[in-house]
């Protein structure tokens, strides 16, 4: 019994001790101590400032064009014929005038016997009447042996065998021009570039016994680029620009071309003008047909003011750049001009050597406060 008291006096001295030494703490603690440290206010960040110039941005128009023969003929049969021979196919290189197929046609034969049979006969028939009439005129010098009336008829009746022995020589050479056509020639220098007969098969003119051309004949030396320029750009090109332009077949190789005609109108379904430019292609590398991506330099005539992309804000409101006065933030609406390498064409009330935020949005207001500038170059 003597234990357990001694235990639970011995627990509650030290308790006390403990109670003790925490007040006698708290009491030697000195008052107005307490950490009342605030954090400092933060500087404003530096606001980069320019100031305006006017110059010259020169970009350019990325669009895509066609490569088309600068020629180009399908070739069909003026007469309904068979073919007789062909002397040229596909890839063939042919020059001006030379001989690409032969064709017969009985028929045109038997009427060009006929014709000059006709020919002949109305020869003969003028040959008379005009010795006829020569005879007459001779006798009619001595007085009283031939009347004007036999004169006149005689005179008459030669002259219309004269007509139709004219008319005879026109119908011969009618079929034998017709006859010729059967020789097909082409029509300038050029590579076949399609092949649509067979030796023995029957052709006429299209929709009169050809469905499809004998030939189709294309000049690859020299092609035409055509491309589509937008409305806004046309007064960037005239007859004389040169573009560059490459094709997905040669990637790694540039060609030039210059602008040899324009359309002068704008087309109503894509509001832009058809621009062709010739191409020389000697060595046959570009070929009909192919697409290119060509590259339009669009040098600015006049100089405008020119701002950094990020001094330019188009926000909900209006579009509008930042002029810093007596450290006032000024909107001043513009209209944008075209882009390039970060920089952008600006149209407003706008005087050089205006101060500009170099970096502008919508969140500093018109009319507040603009610290901590720094003028920039």
């Known amino acids: 019994?003597?234990?357990?008291?001694?235990?639970?006096?011995?627990?509650?001295?030290?308790?006390c001790a403990f109670f003790i030494a925490g007040f006698l703490n708290s009491c030697t603690s000195a008052p107005g101590k307490e950490d009342n440290t605030q954090a400092a206010p933060e500087e404003s960040p530096v606001k980069e400032t320019f100031l305006l110039q006017k110059g010259k941005l020169?970009?350019?128009?990325?669009?895509?064009?066609?490569?088309?023969?600068?020629?180009q003929v399908d070739i069909y049969a003026k007469e309904n014929s068979f073919v007789k021979k062909l002397y040229v196919?596909?890839?063939?290189?042919?020059?001006?005038?030379?001989?690409?197929?032969?064709?017969?046609?009985?028929?045109?034969?038997?009427?060009?016997?006929?014709?000059?049979?006709?020919?002949?006969?109305?020869?003969?028939?003028?040959?008379?009447?005009?010795?006829?009439?020569?005879?007459?005129?001779?006798?009619?010098q001595t007085p009283g042996t031939i009347s004007q009336n036999d004169l006149d008829q005689a005179l008459a009746k030669k002259n219309s065998d004269y007509a139709q022995l004219e008319a005879a020589k026109d119908a011969y050479n009618e079929i034998s021009e017709t006859k010729d056509y059967l020789e097909i020639k082409a029509p300038f220098s050029g590579i076949i570039t399609s092949r649509g007969v067979n030796t023995g098969a029957y052709v006429g003119p299209s929709g009169k016994g050809s469905e499809f051309p004998m030939f189709t004949l294309q000049q690859q030396n020299k092609l035409r680029l055509v491309i589509s320029v937008p409305e806004a750009f046309t007064s960037f090109l005239t007859g004389n620009s040169n573009v560059t332009f490459t094709v997905r077949a040669l990637p790694n190789?540039?060609?030039?071309?210059?602008?040899?005609?324009?359309?002068?109108?704008?087309?109503?379904?894509?509001?832009?003008?058809?621009?062709?430019?010739?191409?020389?292609?000697?060595?046959?590398?570009?070929?009909?047909?192919?697409?290119?991506e060509v590259n339009i330099p669009t040098p600015s005539k006049d100089s405008t003011f020119i701002v950094p992309k990020t001094a330019f804000v188009n926000s909900t409101e209006k579009m509008f750049v930042i002029r810093v006065t007596n450290n006032k933030a000024e909107w001043v609406e513009v209209k944008p001009g075209r882009e390039s390498n970060g920089k952008i064409e600006v149209y407003g009330s706008l005087n050089p050597g205006d101060t500009l935020l170099k970096t502008a949005t919508d969140e500093i207001r018109n009319g507040s406060e603009v610290k901590n500038t720094k003028l920039t170059e």
Do not use: C, H, W
């Open 253 to 292: 190789e540039k060609f030039t071309a210059r602008v040899s005609r324009l359309a002068g109108a704008i087309d109503d379904r894509l509001r832009s003008e058809r621009v062709e430019m010739d191409v020389y292609n000697d060595n046959k590398k570009l070929l009909p047909g192919m697409v290119a």
């Open 89 to 140: 196919d596909v890839g063939s290189q042919v020059a001006t005038g030379q001989l690409l197929a032969e064709m017969e046609a009985p028929e045109l034969n038997s009427q060009l016997q006929g014709a000059q049979s006709r020919l002949r006969s109305q020869e003969a028939v003028y040959i008379a009447s005009k010795a006829n009439y020569d005879r007459l005129y001779e006798t009619s």
């Open 58 to 71: 020169s970009s350019s128009l990325q669009v895509p064009g066609e490569l088309i023969a600068y020629q």
């Open 1 to 15: 019994m003597n234990k357990i008291i001694d235990k639970l006096f011995t627990g509650a001295v030290i308790s």
